[in-house]
């Protein structure tokens, strides 16, 4: 592992002995002693517990739902159906979204027919998980099927049925960039090439399962929900407007969530169900726990698109012109809003490279409803945009006869180029793709391995070189625009930060610490992040997208540094010291070269809140600062990835070699994080790529229902990540930028370009993933065996 | 009719234990509801993802495919009696915080639980008998790479001395 | 996932068991490792009525040599399959193929007795039993039979064993100690089930062929043998074996099952290319007279 060598960017007001450095997690005690507080851990008294009975239809009608015998059952509280939840004054927009959005039909539980096979249909609260799914076996449901739609292609014909028939179509949504006289442009190139990259579906796959407690206070008329999450604050807004329940009568809470990845952004029909289901019952907590076949089958899912990329090259493979069309399986009831991630995909579709300016790029994004699950968020929702166009970079360069890195050396935009304007007129500021494709490139040793691989070729073995390099957003509009931190200083001289995040494994609690230690002047230890909370925390979009290293560390600084002011002038005060000439480390106030003149910031406190006959004049008492930092509205950070990969011919198995990352996310607050944060990110692009696939039958039936079928990689399915680090500092406070979910979107067209070029040989085209053996043993048996590569 | 429930004793951390459980009720059910240790984290119940692993009589299993019932007179260690009185952290829970062995910590227990158990059958191993070691318990948050690092850490931090605070 | 509720029996003697079979017959699962069976038990795939737990049966448990053969107790683990050196010196394929069975979580419960009771035919030591022509000893309400294995997996997760009957012990014969083994496997990853499997055993002297066995498994319901190829191996030289040749002759014959792993042709096409590594392998063991 490569150590960084940091960039002095932007330095805070304070000494900057915590950012920058790879600090141990402050989460780190509770969760290695098995003490973390997760949503199952709560075992309240008089709880009860959910559990759904499903469809296990793909489309039909219900034409029978008894629950009277399990209604019976001894330990059973209550069975719900439509009847008793659902509520024609239900509302579902989401906040990040609005009111206006296009949404499919909004509906809690399955009303008269099923969309797709996991819908829930019925609730069923009992004194025990196992008795709720006893009694769920007593429940009468009786569908007629009909066909399902399951082809995203084929639902957008105007021959297909409707998932819903409210709808006048199977088209959700849509998003373009038309650009007229395009199509003559790429047809006049020199030379122009047309693929089509299909993507399965594959999944976020939380290690834990989403799950919910709620209890009505029928007295109070309050609500009182824990909540696996990412967003406490969107939780209760949706609830308040959902129910008109108003939005101080809700708290909202979010313990240790373990994991997320876009899944659990926005409460769904379960969780909905639940809540109502608590209201209908008061004064007991109803807890529902999703197992991980509900995960599996119903817990949202994502990936599933085809993206058709026709581009126009001159003939040293200069990129010019380029036309994308993307459907995307957004499923039954897909959130949030349409499903769709086209609009950032069309927005980033033109990737890292120059083009020939603005209308040089156009794009059509449509969402499909099919009778599947709904589509969630995950990782970089939009990243077919990198997944195809990386792809298609290497094939036309195959065609060309041009190597990959130099096609890409021949197109790229570095830092030189700054500020840089897209064909989409999106403005980088302080992006660096070329630089951090030449590290990626020097890192893996790309020349060297170019001669290793054609001496194994010799040998007839097969071995072969990926490269993909991108740009990731982080989008600051509507709620999305701001984050915002409250410090507030005990009596003792502790330091408590309330932060808008909701971190589920980014290490918030001591990345933010040490901006606040820093900016502020403290002990990291004297430090303590409180987030997830709706009572104590300031209102905020919460944790996804990338957005709080960013963001939320904006507040932070922001926070601290008027603070630092507040503390700086009571000290100097107390001191009878000049404000300029004061400083404090560590928690201490003192007087710039003056021994022992100093004053603990305890002391400042108890001015502040006790003694306030002693305050400075113009200075307000208390020690609690509030500051909301508004994002700029899109932020940039980028990367390259490369990847060496042996095929055996044998049995189609790919081991991957080496995984170098070049990652350019600003100044770091924490290495350490920032390196697991894109390490968690390839290895589950290694899922996507060769082990993972949700796969549906022609019934509408998913069929990997289980981890025995479903398979995630495991420690020897996971390459050792090497890093490499390029500091472009962006221009917001601290000079951080996102980086969350990069992993995730550059590494799969990586993968699938290592498989290509070591399969180049053989004259193997691939379109198509997972790359399973028995795909991957087929290419070959299927492919030319004439080599084509100079 | 109401379930008939059995009287199960154990040892669990060292301390004497008793649970009233149906005869279905699983091993990892009952330490989360029964013992408040919820430590034991459940993440498939059938048996693939490793989160639930405990100690019984000092052998790694996965706690959710063993019914409380055949545990009885068993000495179980989970993630909370690892841990000396003191609060002290094991070698191997130092060794996770060191090498950012965690993000979520979801998974963390299971790990921490296996890979005690792993070096005390293996205390030197090698990378590959390490991610082979470890490859029965999925984490999905870090990618492995901290894992595998806490791992050749931890065995570093036992070799000098015995491994005190580990309850076998 | 819970499972649906079963009364729960932890008999003390094969007898014991016996009696509990023969009264509840069909309603009941013998429970031994779990390590197959519970995961169903909380999918509701099964839901027995009755549970046996045969864990505290004493006679079920030890390893002994007996009439040149290795006999192992049905409740005989994975783990002591990978850690005994009794078993490794008598069978040591049983030692070689312990360690992809699975995790080592699995295997300080999983049994033997319980893994060829469940007659996955994907699984290793179905396979492995197969290869080495074992006995399973079984106890019933009838008395005592010893099932050779060729009679004992029926298809599919199903043996010839009857309801109320109790797999007791695995009788394996011992090869000559210079005889060369070896295991070839194809998995998605580390410790799964295999997607297809070739075992070969072969004792070679003077430079030719004077035993051969060769299983593969994942290629049909059941383990499969290749006894006449093995027949036609032997007196063969060695060295001059057209070994992709034996490995496509080893499934020309076979209509491997489609599923989300594999497909019939993969299974087919692997299969040829690992039996005849498996045979190349085996046969390079037993020629360097090395374990």
Redesign the interface.
């Known amino acids: 592992?490569t150590t960084p060598a940091l960039q002095d960017g932007h330095r805070p007001t304070g000494a900057a002995r915590w950012i920058g450095k790879?600090v141990?997690?402050s989460?780190?005690?509770r969760?290695?002693?098995?003490?973390?507080?997760?949503v199952?851990?709560l075992?309240l008294p008089g709880m009860v517990h959910a559990h759904f009975v499903r469809s296990s239809v793909a489309r039909g009608t219900i034409t029978n739902l008894d629950v009277a015998e399990a209604r019976e059952l001894?330990g059973v509280l209550a069975v719900f159906t439509a009847a008793e939840i659902n509520s024609p004054d239900h509302v579902f927009w989401q906040t990040m979204m609005g009111p206006d959005a296009s949404y499919p039909p909004g509906r809690v539980l399955a009303d008269g027919d099923v969309r797709y096979v996991g819908e829930p249909v019925a609730v069923i609260v009992a004194e025990s998980r196992?008795l709720a799914e006893d009694a769920a076996e007593l429940v009468e449901l009786d569908i007629d099927p009909l066909a399902p739609v399951l082809d995203m292609v084929a639902a957008l014909s105007e021959e297909s049925d409707v998932v819903h028939p409210e709808r006048p179509s199977n088209l959700s949504g849509e998003a373009r960039a038309d650009i007229p006289g395009l199509d003559e442009r790429l047809d006049q190139a020199p030379h122009t090439f047309t693929e089509t990259f299909r993507q399965h579906r594959y999944l976020c796959?939380?290690?834990?399962?989403r799950g919910i407690v709620s209890t009505w206070d029928p007295w109070q008329e309050k609500l009182e929900i824990t909540l696996s999450c990412q967003s406490v604050h969107e939780t209760r807004l949706f609830y308040a407007r959902m129910l008109g329940i108003p939005e101080i009568d809700i708290h909202v809470v979010m313990g240790?969530?373990?994991?997320s990845?876009g899944q659990k952004m926005f409460p769904e029909k379960e969780e909905h169900a639940v809540v109502i289901a608590s209201r209908l019952i008061g004064g007991r907590p109803v807890k529902w726990?999703e197992?991980?076949a509900e995960n599996l089958i119903s817990g949202g899912h994502s990936r599933e698109e085809c993206l058709t990329m026709t581009v126009a090259v001159d003939d040293d493979g200069v990129l010019l012109a380029a036309k994308g069309h993307q459907i995307e399986d957004v499923g039954a009831f897909p959130r949030p809003g349409d499903g769709m991630a086209g609009g950032s995909a069309l927005a980033m579709f033109p990737g890292p490279y120059r083009w020939s300016g603005p209308g040089s790029v156009g794009y059509l994004a449509q969402g499909a409803f099919t009778n599947t699950c709904g589509r969630t968020a995950y990782r970089g929702p939009w990243m077919m945009e990198t997944t195809a166009r990386e792809q298609m970079v290497d094939v036309v360069a195959r065609k060309l006869g041009i190597d990959p890195l130099e096609m890409r050396r021949r197109n790229i935009i570095s830092v030189a180029d700054m500020p840089f304007t897209t064909p989409m007129q999106l403005q980088f500021d302080t992006v660096s793709p070329a630089e951090t494709l030449e590290q990626a490139a020097e890192l893996i040793g790309y020349d060297e391995f170019r001669k290793q691989q054609e001496k194994a070729r010799t040998d007839g073995r097969l071995l072969g070189i990926g490269l993909s390099t991108y740009v990731e957003p982080q989008f600051g509009f509507g709620i999305l625009a701001t984050e915002a931190t409250t410090v507030r200083i005990e009596p003792s001289g502790k330091v408590n930060v309330y932060t808008s995040t909701g971190s589920?494994?980014?290490?918030l609690e001591t990345t933010l610490a040490q901006i606040v230690a820093d900016e502020l002047g403290v002990a990291f230890d004297d430090v303590r992040i409180i987030q997830g909370d709706s009572a104590r925390t300031p209102y905020g979009a919460g944790t996804g997208g990338s957005r709080s290293g960013a963001i939320a560390s904006g507040a932070a600084h922001a926070a601290a540094a008027t603070m630092r002011e507040k503390v700086l002038a009571i000290g100097a005060h107390l001191l009878e010291a000049s404000v300029d000439d004061v400083e404090m480390s560590d928690g201490v106030i003192s007087v710039r070269g003056v021994a022992g003149a100093a004053v603990p910031l305890a002391q400042v406190a108890a001015v502040a809140y006790l003694n306030t006959d002693a305050m400075p004049p113009g200075v307000t008492p208390g020690l609690e600062v509030s500051e909301r930092y508004k994002a700029p509205l899109f932020m940039f950070s980028n990367a390259t990835h490369a990847v060496t990969v042996e095929v055996d011919r044998a049995t189609g198995q790919v081991e991957i070699l080496r995984y170098v990352v070049s990652e350019d996310c600003g100044n770091m607050i924490n290495p350490?994080?920032v390196?697991?944060?894109i390490?968690?990110?390839?290895?589950?692009a290694v899922g996507g790529v060769f082990y993972e696939h949700l796969v549906y039958d022609e019934d509408g039936n998913p069929t990997a229902t289980?981890?025995?079928d479903y398979l995630?990689p495991?420690?020897?399915e996971?390459p050792?990540?090497e890093y490499g680090h390029v500091i472009t500092p962006s221009n917001t406070p601290g000079g951080y930028k996102g980086l969350g979910e990069g992993?995730a979107i550059c590494a799969p067209a990586a993968l699938l370009n290592a498989v290509r070029d070591a399969l180049a040989p053989l004259g193997v085209s691939i379109s198509e993933q997972p790359l399973s053996p028995d795909r991957v043993l087929r290419l070959i048996n299927d492919a030319q065996a004439s080599s084509r590569w100079r | 009719m109401?379930?008939?429930k059995?009287d199960v004793e154990l040892v669990v951390n060292g301390q004497p234990r008793r649970a009233t459980v149906?005869?279905?009720?699983?091993l990892a059910?009952t330490l989360?509801?029964d013992l408040?240790?919820?430590?034991?984290?459940?993440?498939?119940?059938?048996?693939?993802?490793?989160?639930c692993?405990v100690l019984v009589d000092g052998?790694?299993?996965?706690s959710?495919?063993?019914?409380a019932?055949?545990a009885a007179q068993s000495t179980v260690t989970?993630?909370?009696g690892?841990?000396s009185s003191a609060g002290d952290?094991s070698p191997v829970?130092r060794a996770?915080?060191?090498c950012?062995g965690?993000?979520?910590?979801?998974?963390?227990?299971g790990f921490?639980v296996?890979v005690t158990?792993?070096l005390e059958?293996n205390p030197d191993p090698t990378d590959e008998e390490?991610?082979?070691?470890?490859?029965?318990?999925?984490?999905?948050?870090?990618?492995?790479?901290?894992?595998?690092r806490a791992v050749k850490r931890a065995a570093e931090l036992r070799a000098p001395e015995d491994s005190e605070g580990v309850t076998a | 996932?819970?499972?649906?509720?079963?009364?729960?029996f932890?008999p003390q003697t094969v007898d014991e068991c016996l009696s509990l079979l023969a009264e509840y017959g069909e309603d009941a699962k013998v429970l031994a490792g779990?390590?197959s069976l519970?995961?169903m038990?909380?999918?509701r795939l099964a839901n027995p009525e009755q549970?046996l737990?045969i864990?505290g049966i004493g006679e079920l448990s030890g390893v002994r040599r007996e009439n040149g053969s290795l006999v192992l107790g049905a409740t005989t683990r994975h783990?002591t399959l990978e850690r005994d050196p009794e078993i490794a010196s008598a069978v040591p394929l049983l030692a070689r193929v312990a360690p992809h069975i699975?995790?080592?979580?699995?295997r300080?419960?999983g049994t033997i007795g319980g893994s060829l009771a469940h007659a996955d035919p994907a699984a290793e030591l179905p396979g492995v039993a197969r290869l080495l022509d074992a006995e399973l000893d079984v106890d019933g309400p009838r008395g005592h039979r010893r099932i050779p294995v060729a009679d004992f997996f029926e298809t599919v997760f199903t043996t010839t064993l009857e309801a109320d009957e109790l797999l007791t012990g695995i009788r394996i014969p011992l090869w000559d100690p210079r005889a060369g083994f070896a295991v070839e496997q194809v998995t998605r990853?580390?410790?799964d089930f295999a997607l297809v499997g070739a075992m070969a055993a072969v004792e070679v002297s003077d430079g030719r062929v004077t035993r051969a066995a060769l299983c593969l498994t994942g290629v049909d319901a059941v383990p499969v043998r290749r006894e006449e190829m093995e027949q036609s191996l032997i007196g063969a030289t060695a060295a001059d074996l057209d070994l992709p040749g034996l490995g496509a002759q080893a499934v020309a014959d076979l209509s491997p099952s489609n599923d989300v792993h594999a497909s019939s042709a993969y299974r087919k096409q692997v299969g040829a290319h690992l039996a005849s590594r498996a045979l190349a392998h085996a046969i390079h063991e037993a020629t360097r007279g090395v374990k």
């Open positions: 592992m790879s141990q997690r989460e780190d005690r969760l290695v002693t098995g003490r973390g507080q997760y199952d851990d075992n001894p196992y796959v939380p290690m834990e399962t240790d969530v373990g994991g990845f726990i197992d991980r589920h494994g980014q290490s350490m994080v390196e697991g944060q390490a968690g990110g390839v290895v589950q289980t981890f025995m995630l495991t420690a020897t996971a050792d990540l992993g | 109401s379930p008939t059995i149906e005869a279905r009720k699983t059910d989360r509801e408040g240790l919820t430590g034991t984290h459940l993440a498939c119940e059938h048996g693939v993802c490793g989160a692993t052998a790694a299993v996965r959710c495919l063993m019914f019932v055949q989970t993630v909370e690892l841990s952290l829970q996770f915080r060191e950012h965690l993000q979520c910590g979801f998974c963390t227990p921490i296996s158990a792993f059958e390490i991610r082979a070691g470890i490859s029965g318990n999925l984490c999905r948050c870090t990618g492995y790479q901290g894992i595998v | 996932m819970k499972p649906a509720p079963f009364e729960y932890a779990g390590q519970v995961p038990l909380a999918l549970l737990d864990n783990v699975g995790h080592f979580q699995i300080n419960r990853r580390h410790g």
